[in-house]
């Protein structure tokens, strides 16, 4: 499977953090074909995306509160990554 074809973009089914830090992402594309692992970056790079992407929701006008704290605790469940208001 290619990761540059257009017509058939893989998605990211599953993402493993390693040991050594790093995160796997596992594709499969629309059609359900499953792909090789690929590295994709750093566990502490996708603590701060998604560190990131909580703070926006956080600011989006209309949204609770509590988004950032159920974000937080929900990643922290799933993956173990402790997400940090404003530290990213």
């Known amino acids: 499977m290619s990761w540059t074809k257009s ?28 792909g090789k692992a690929a590295f994709i970056g750093a566990v502490a790079d996708l603590q701060a995306n998604l560190a990131r992407s ?14 950032w704290p159920a974000l937080a605790e929900r990643v922290q469940g799933r993956t173990g ?5 404003g530290r990213c």
């Open 7 to 34: 017509s058939e973009q893989p998605a990211a089914a599953e993402l493993a953090l390693r040991a050594d830090g790093g995160v796997l992402a596992l594709p499969v594309t629309e059609g359900g074909e499953g």
């Open 81 to 85: 990554l402790l997400l940090i208001l």
């Open 54 to 67: 909580g703070q926006a929701a956080r600011r989006t006008p209309g949204l609770d509160a509590a988004v």
